[in-house]
């Protein structure tokens, strides 16, 4: 579906069809858990590793008191709250607050650099913005503070303290933030090859189908507890652990601090079920240590694995080291659509594929520049995918199909069963852990160094974390070392995540007739020179 209120028919005859097919049920989110509350107010709700724990009705209360702080402090039904905060109970507290204003959550990393969360606060137009005080030696409440102080809006700023009060900054003075149309839900956040986030637009609707359909798929319910090391402000940990465990009525067991060890622990003593995560999650618990004879995540039903690709080899030592947790890749994006592979799948489609479609999501794959065979451009529509961009309306568009298909700009095929085989990458960026990272501002800071003629940055296949970030430097005469530089970048403001973790020196690089470096190329030329 398009943000616009206007529907072609074909759009009006889609959206018939997915609330014919209950993808579509039109309930909002605290509405259902209201009703969880009332069967069980009692029963474990929340779950952090600084040693909180809420029930159903102490999540509701808390919930409950803080939409009254930020009623009181000016914010209305429709308007965006920021929630920058780590995997603790109060992100839980905080997105429940927002549904129960009607704010409109948006969630982002809690390792958002000052400037990105600036810009994102301008953006969406935040009305507030919630944090906690620090997080892991950084001032995030100074940060959430700044971005506040630096937006044309009035932005009330709380921040939580470790027992989980909230005080409020003083507001500095600036226009009304807008109200946002009554179809938006949430926002996302999402990089590009800008530089700057994207902030997508899910509905209840879009962001129910995939509750839905997971849980049909995995049998989850209520009774199925959800552990989540995932960042909660990325998509992963929002859409799978946040919205689900409020969606089942499950518990929702949090990590913050990731420690494999910890969490074959937590896994084990909570008797969790499902969990959603990265490549370097699955990758650090088959590497931990355990005890000889027991099958690592007993209780661990279904992991699903994703956001960076994930290695055959290891989802076949995950079949040995837990046989009794069901591994696949999941493949889908902050903007939707979501393929795993269903139980029972064989263990070599498991292994070697990217799943199956969620029910009633369509994939096709597009004819794509310079690739041949039945490789091309994945592009997706369904129940789950996203309305839009905020503020960005053309180049959401732009990447439309004339029949509704979304641009995924992913290499793909479909196999003779509907699988999906993912080839390769059209955007330019990297994934990092399941973390999308722009290029475009680290060559720029690259750029600036007096001994680099031509930079591009480039994932390099990792194991553990999918890609690191790797520099191919084109030097002027004088030489340049991996930790000379890194040095020369911190000073100049570049965050630690993306500094280069490899440096390599070339005589040239391969362009365009436009003198634009062709990645594709460079990575084969590098590849091939191993």
Known sequence: MTASTAFSAEESAREDHYRSQGWWPGVRLETRFAEHVAAGPDVASVTDDHGRSLTRSELWQRARSLADDLSRQGVRPRQAVLIYLPNCVEWQVALLACLQLRAIPATLPINTDPQTLA????????RAVVATATHRGRATGEFASQAGASSAYAVAVGVFDPAGAVEWVAQAPGNEAPIHPDHLEHLMFTSSTTGLPKAVMHTIDTLAAVNITFAERYALSADTPIFMPSPLGHSVGAWHGGR?????????????????????????????????AATPFLKDLLDAPWLAGTPKMGSLTSFLCGGAP??????????????????????????GGVTTCPPGTPAETVAHSAGYPLPGLELTILPAEGVTGDVGELAMRGPGVFIGYLGQDEMYRELLTEDGYFRTGDLARLDDEGFLRLSGRIKDLIIRGGVNISPIPIEDAISAHPGVRRVAVIGQADERLGERICAVVVPMNESIDLESLQEWLLERGLSRRHLPECLVLVDDVPVTAAGKIRKLDLKKQLEAGR
């Open 244 to 276: 689900l465990s409020l969606f089942l009525g499950a518990h929702l067991v949090l990590q913050d601090l990731w420690d494999p060890e910890a969490a074959l622990a937590s896994i084990d003593r909570h008797s969790c079920r499902f969990t959603a």
């Open 119 to 126: 810009y994102i606060c301008q953006h969406v137009g935040a």
């Open 310 to 335: 994930v290695p055959a080899s290891l989802i076949e030592e995950a079949a040995r080291q837990a046989p009794d947790t069901f591994v696949t890749v999941l493949w889908g994006m902050t903007e």
